[in-house]
């Protein structure tokens, strides 16, 4: 193992969409001695993977290199994250390499556990089973629904959090409407599983997307996960929670969200919330402030916040953290405070969508004034397509929005 030892006045685990905003802000703040962690070439615009797997979109508009994301002054470890020990200020890299910081940002995002559901990590990406939680299956996820023709297609939402937890329904309503308008949607049985209790955690929004299924005639099953599936006789298995029965489907296409935890070296590390079965960090939820070590912040989807994983969170936590950061440089108590905010755009058809915004107490929070967004509507999916990106490539990580 190398033993050599680097100082970081403000050290950020992550490349993705919270790291990069959170350096973005804090150098337009004037704060420099910044670094990000990241072994990753790569940096995407996840949100476009959903309109990619359902042809409205493809997976290279939602990539750039990680190297044009960096903000000026910002310096760039390509390495990964293996340990943290908080007591001594140490992060472990894969390479061996142990770097010492002043200050930490979680934000490595979470992992995708294809292993934990039988039959699934072999399964992907071919025989008409796919998944829009990763760039390399979202194009097949739209191979497969372009080419059915008749059967059944299924598409699950597991139990515990995950990150855009409206997308699971999404694809499934997208699907539905190029069969409809393809004179198709009559001869293939959609099933939709959620591991939730509900549509949507929000009454408002849950009663519109049950219209939505029942409009295409889904079979919605509640409180139902995917428990396994045999892909030699393209048949899986799933588990009804409220009646603690089972139940074998026969599939023509399988649309399967993995189950998703915190990364390894997270979960086993002292920074993991105990009260988070999946290994998320603890942070206070309005500070964004670890509980017992003062100089190290959370945010994004690794940590363990009462709301939905969204970029559109993050671009609430992002302020809250540079703020609190840089209160707690100078000997302060932090100020700034989150209140849960997230956004869901909840794609309903291949020209409609229904923004879904809410904070902790699942009260709704608009931020576009003098238009209805309990509703579908067709500008919000332009909105989605094209304003959202933009926003994103030219606003969030350049620390603007």
Request: net charge neutral.
């Amino acid at each position: 193992m190398s033993t050599t030892s680097n100082h970081h006045h403000v050290l950020i685990i992550g490349g993705g969409t919270a790291g990069i905003t959170v350096a973005a802000r804090l150098r337009r703040k004037g704060v420099s001695g910044i670094t990000i962690l990241d072994p990753s070439d790569t940096h995407w615009y996840q949100p476009l993977w959903t309109l990619a797997g359902g042809g409205q979109a493809t997976v290279e508009l939602s990539r750039r290199s990680e190297r044009s994301v960096i903000p000026p002054g910002v310096e760039w470890i390509r390495d990964a994250a293996t340990a943290v020990d908080p007591d001594a200020r140490t992060i472990t890299t894969a390479s061996g390499t142990e770097l010492r910081y002043e200050h930490l940002v979680l934000a490595p995002g979470l992992q995708l556990d294809w292993a934990a559901v039988p039959g699934l990590a072999e399964s992907v990406g071919r025989d008409g089973v796919s998944s829009n939680y990763s760039p390399e299956y979202a194009p097949k996820t739209w191979e497969f629904i372009r080419n059915l023709r008749s059967g059944t297609a299924v598409f699950t939402h597991p139990a515990g959090p995950i990150k855009c937890g409206g997308a699971p329904q999404k694809i499934a309503y997208l699907a539905a409407d190029y069969w409809r308008r393809e004179g198709r949607l009559n001869d293939i049985r959609i099933v939709l599983a959620l591991a939730e209790p509900t549509m949507f955690k929000v009454e408002t929004y849950a009663r519109e997307l049950e219209k939505v299924a029942a409009r295409y005639g889904i079979e919605t099953r509640l409180q139902t996960e995917l428990l396994s599936l045999d892909p030699e006789r393209r048949e899986l298995t799933l588990a009804d929670h409220i009646t603690g029965g089972k139940e074998t489907i026969s599939y023509d296409l399988l649309h399967a969200t993995p189950p998703q935890s915190a990364p390894d070296w997270v979960k086993t590390s002292s920074l993991a919330d105990p009260a988070s079965p999946h290994g998320y960090v603890e942070v206070d939820r309005h500070t964004l402030v670890h509980p017992r070590y003062p100089n190290i912040h959370a945010l994004g989807d690794v940590a363990n916040l009462p709301t939905s994983k969204t970029g559109a969170a993050v671009r609430k936590q992002a302020p809250v953290v540079v703020r609190n950061l840089i209160a707690g440089m100078t000997g302060h108590s932090p100020t700034g405070g989150y209140d849960g905010y997230t956004s869901c755009p909840l794609v309903t058809a291949r020209d409609k969508m229904l923004l879904a915004e809410f904070d902790y107490d699942l009260a709704l929070a608009p931020s576009i004034p003098f238009i209805n967004l309990k509703k579908e509507r067709r500008d919000m999916w332009y909105l989605k397509r094209y304003g959202l990106p933009a926003l994103y490539w030219h606003g969030m990580l350049r620390g603007r929005a």
